[in-house]
């Protein structure tokens, strides 16, 4: 699972499949600006669950 780029930002995940949670690493010009966390169930988290928790982070800040 890449990075997603938007509007100048980019989230990137990781994830535990040991523990079931990961987190999702915002960056902004290449800094770290915050961090994103969430649990999943399954073997992986899903793309689109990653990509609903951009959007409303997204949608959350004005980005």
Do not use: W
Not at 4 to 32: C, M, Q, T, W
């Amino acid at each position: 699972m890449g990075a997603i780029d938007r509007n100048g930002y980019r989230f990137e995940p990781e994830y535990s499949l040991i523990e079931k949670n990961g987190a999702i690493h915002v960056y902004n010009k290449g800094e770290l600006v915050d961090e994103v966390t969430f649990s999943f169930s399954g073997k992986y988290p899903e793309l689109d669950q990653i990509e609903q928790l951009v959007d409303e982070y997204c949608e959350e800040r004005g980005i």
